[in-house]
């Protein structure tokens, strides 16, 4: 089955550290870009990073730059995202999204996980 | 960056109405826009892609238009199961991907 499936998240206080991972099955890993995209609670969709498929480019949000790092393992076919100095404002669900490659372009995300929350507690 | 402003926010509709939703680009994206459906607890789903070109496996009612920085998703005979929140993204800044506010679709 195409997937992906996040885990994680959790509780943290502030100024902690949390490392989500998300786990791709059903497709070519290494061909995909892949991104990190959060909700906070009853807000929209933020992307946060992402990372193409042989790790050559790498790119956050303004936000967490300094503090976030994205990784990919493609022999395990595996996503990371290394949160560190968290604030209230990381709050929310994060999911891991695949790039729709269109003529080598992205076109969307075509493939989302089911997100994993992240609380940090002030 | 380029802000995406997506109106109305809210809408209410009934069953077998036909619907639209606009996404305004801050500048000019081609047609670098994509919408997005998402139900409460679930992640998003890719619905429309390149601004009109529907998403395998997505019902023909949904259909989108629009280039430059005014774009529209419609969808024509609401069915019970499209009542659902909408988000148009631009993917022309690459990698600055940005979503609009959301636009949530209730039932009258």
């Known amino acids: 089955e195409v997937q992906l499936v996040e885990s994680g998240g959790g509780l943290v206080k502030s100024g902690g550290s949390l490392r989500l991972s998300c786990a791709a099955s059903?497709?070519?890993?290494?061909?995909?870009?892949i991104h990190w995209v959060r909700q906070a609670p009853g807000k929209g969709l933020e992307w946060v990073a992402s990372?193409?498929?042989?790790?050559?480019?790498?790119f956050y949000t303004d936000s967490v730059k300094g503090r976030f790092t994205i990784s990919r393992d493609n022999a395990k076919n595996s996503l990371f995202l290394q949160m560190n100095s968290l604030r209230a404002e990381d709050t929310a669900v994060y999911y891991c999204?695949?790039?729709?490659?269109?003529?080598?372009?992205?076109?969307?995300?075509?493939?989302w996980g089911q997100g994993t929350l992240v609380t940090v507690s002030s | 960056d380029i802000q995406m402003t997506q109106s109305p926010s809210s809408l209410s509709a009934s069953v077998g109405d036909r619907v639209t939703i606009t996404c305004r680009a801050s500048q000019a994206i081609i047609n670098s826009l994509n919408w997005y459906q998402q139900k409460p607890g679930k992640a998003p789903q890719l619905l429309i892609f390149a601004a009109s070109r529907l998403q395998t496996g997505v019902p023909s009612r949904f259909s989108g238009s629009g280039s430059g920085t005014d774009f529209a998703l419609t969808i024509r005979s609401l069915q019970p199961e499209d009542f659902a929140t909408y988000y148009c993204?631009?993917?022309?800044?690459?990698?600055?991907?940005?979503f609009g506010q959301g636009t949530k679709l209730e039932i009258k």
């Open positions: 999204a695949r790039d729709n490659l269109i003529q080598g372009a992205t076109a969307g995300f075509d493939l």
């Open positions: 993204q631009q993917t022309y800044s690459t990698p600055l991907y940005t």
């Open positions: 059903g497709f070519t890993f290494s061909s995909y870009g």
């Open positions: 990372i193409s498929g042989s790790s050559s480019y790498i």
